[in-house]
């Protein structure tokens, strides 16, 4: 059942729980001013007659004070005064007032009061007359008692309805955007992140839809974060294995080439009786090729691997990063300077890549004369800073894009470190820097084991 629906049938409910409690209460409180205003009148009469009988021993014409008695009570509301003769006959009666208006038969059947009467015994003086019937009728009080519950019932029900109705309304009124609330949030779990929602209505529901239209934008925003994640992913890829492909091309290719020249020449030189000493220099020359080529393998190695490679501590690898980086850029002075220290094969690694992002980008986006990187054991952490003074940020903050410093900045922050990036004045550039801790670290690696 729709939430409207629920709300007009609890109204509807509650409109007819008060209706009837209201009835079921005038009902209790007519039935006690019926029998208190009839009990009344009864006194009234009842007095009346008896002054009446009292007055007669010294009445000079009797019959005359028992008409103008009689007369009294003609069109009285509640009681009717009748003069009974000895054989039962009516002598005299009053006229009881004729309701002002009908009553239905039901309410008169509900009150149901009696109609009671009191006989008085006349004396001798009032004869033929020998009893007064005091008749109270309640016909009168109920027409009476009718006519203002039915006014009092009429406004209640007037005011319910009202109230329901309009209630009703700002409701309906009320409710009307959460069909847009609903069908953006299908929209937004079926991955359309574009919707906008008008903000309208009452308070709660504006800030409803403030909230929903954040939530897409967000999502939206991730969306696109996403998307750009996975085509620099991509990017990298591409440019990695060109890189690989360079490096192979460029710095084993000549060694093996040397390999086979000095292969061949072994062999002219042998078919030509040559002296044994030519012989053993080529070989030499070819072990010399083949320990370079090894080494060049192993540099690669080290810039493919994330972290350190096996056999190598944080010192050699960051020295086989600095050497590849100088043999390519020989105009940059790189300086070096790392402490011997242990922190673990996480932390080394996550160094490693740091420190591999930051020369990286001081060469992509910079033009530095020098870059300078120090690893600084502090006991209980680690630290870098790689330094340059290639000119420092071509972009402000909010504007650069790329994924290096925020992985970086994750990457030691989720270590439980601190991270920073400032840009140096004279000469301008830029200074990456961070920090672990060396417990935080040790305690998530045993975790993880
Ligand atoms: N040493 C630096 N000198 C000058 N600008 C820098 C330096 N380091 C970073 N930047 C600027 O900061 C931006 C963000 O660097 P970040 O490493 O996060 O991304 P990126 O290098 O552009 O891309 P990638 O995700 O491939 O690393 C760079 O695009 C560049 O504009
Ligand atoms: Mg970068």
Same mark, same amino acid.
């Given at each position: ?7 007009? !049938?609890? /109204?509807?409910? =509650?409109?007819?729980? @008060? ?36 007055? !007669? ?16 009570? #003609? ?10 003769? =000895? ?17 239905? $038969?039901?309410? +008169?059947?509900? /009150? ?15 004869? %033929?007359?020998? =009893? ?27 005011? =319910?309805? /009202?109230?329901? @109705? /309009? ?12 069909? $847009? ?21 009452? %308070? ?8 929903? #239209? ?21 990017? !990298? ?23 086979? +020249?000095?292969?061949a020449s072994i062999r002219r030189l042998a078919e030509a009786g040559a002296d044994p000493s030519e012989i053993v220099d080529r070989t030499e020359a070819i072990r010399q090729a083949a320990g370079h080529a090894r080494l060049q393998v192993r540099k690669i190695l080290g810039q493919l691997r994330p972290g350190i490679l096996p056999g190598l501590g944080l010192v050699e690898t960051l020295e086989h990063l600095v050497d590849a980086a100088r043999a390519r850029h020989p105009a940059i002075a790189f300086t070096l300077s790392v402490e011997d220290c242990d922190p673990g094969a996480a932390v080394e690694a996550l160094v490693v890549r740091a420190v591999r992002e930051?020369? #990286? #980008? ?16 502090? $006991? ?10 290639? $000119? ?34 004279? %000469? ?9 801790? !060396? ?11």
């Amino acid at each position: 059942m729709s939430l409207f629906a629920r709300l007009a !049938l609890t /109204l509807a409910g =509650a409109m007819v729980a @008060v209706l009837l409690l209201g009835a079921a209460l005038g009902y209790v409180k007519a039935g006690e001013e019926v029998r208190a205003e009839l009990e009344a009148a009864r006194g009234v009469a009842v007095n009346a007659v008896t002054r009446l009988i009292a007055a !007669l021993p010294a009445s000079r014409n009797p019959e005359a004070d028992i008409a103008s008695l009689v007369s009294t009570f #003609n069109g009285d509301r509640h009681v009717r005064i009748l003069m009974i003769d =000895a054989f039962g006959q009516v002598r005299a009666q009053s006229a009881l007032a004729e309701p002002d208006r009908s009553v239905p $038969g039901f309410f +008169v059947a509900l /009150l149901s009061p009696a109609q009671t009467t009191t006989i008085l015994p006349m004396t001798v003086r009032s004869a %033929p007359i020998v =009893a007064a019937m005091v008749v109270v009728m309640p016909a009168n009080e109920v027409a009476e008692i009718w006519g203002g519950l039915a006014l009092d019932l009429a406004l209640l029900l007037v005011f =319910a309805v /009202l109230t329901a @109705v /309009l209630g009703l309304l700002v409701v309906r009124r009320a409710l009307r955007p959460l069909g $847009g609330l609903s069908s953006a949030f299908h929209r937004i779990g079926q991955g359309d992140t574009r919707i906008r929602l008008a903000v309208e209505g009452p %308070p709660e529901v504006a800030r409803l839809a403030r909230g929903v #239209n954040a939530m897409a934008e967000r999502l939206d925003g991730l969306a696109r974060d996403r998307q750009r994640l996975a085509e620099q992913l991509s990017r !990298l890829a591409d440019e990695e294995r060109a890189e690989l492909a360079r490096d192979l091309h460029d710095d084993v290719g000549p060694f093996l080439f040397a390999v086979d +020249v000095d292969a061949a020449s072994i062999r002219r030189l042998a078919e030509a009786g040559a002296d044994p000493s030519e012989i053993v220099d080529r070989t030499e020359a070819i072990r010399q090729a083949a320990g370079h080529a090894r080494l060049q393998v192993r540099k690669i190695l080290g810039q493919l691997r994330p972290g350190i490679l096996p056999g190598l501590g944080l010192v050699e690898t960051l020295e086989h990063l600095v050497d590849a980086a100088r043999a390519r850029h020989p105009a940059i002075a790189f300086t070096l300077s790392v402490e011997d220290c242990d922190p673990g094969a996480a932390v080394e690694a996550l160094v490693v890549r740091a420190v591999r992002e930051a020369v #990286n #980008n001081a060469l992509r986006h910079g033009h530095p004369r020098h870059v300078a990187i120090r690893v600084a054991d502090g $006991g209980d952490a680690i630290s870098f800073r790689v330094s340059d003074d290639g $000119g420092g940020f071509s972009r402000p903050e909010g504007e650069r894009g790329g994924y290096g410093l925020i992985g970086m900045r994750e990457r030691v922050e989720g270590l439980g470190g601190r991270f920073s990036v400032t840009e140096t004045g004279i %000469p301008a550039g830029v200074s990456i820097f961070g920090e672990v801790p !060396l417990a935080a670290a040790e305690a998530r690696r045993e975790a993880a084991e």
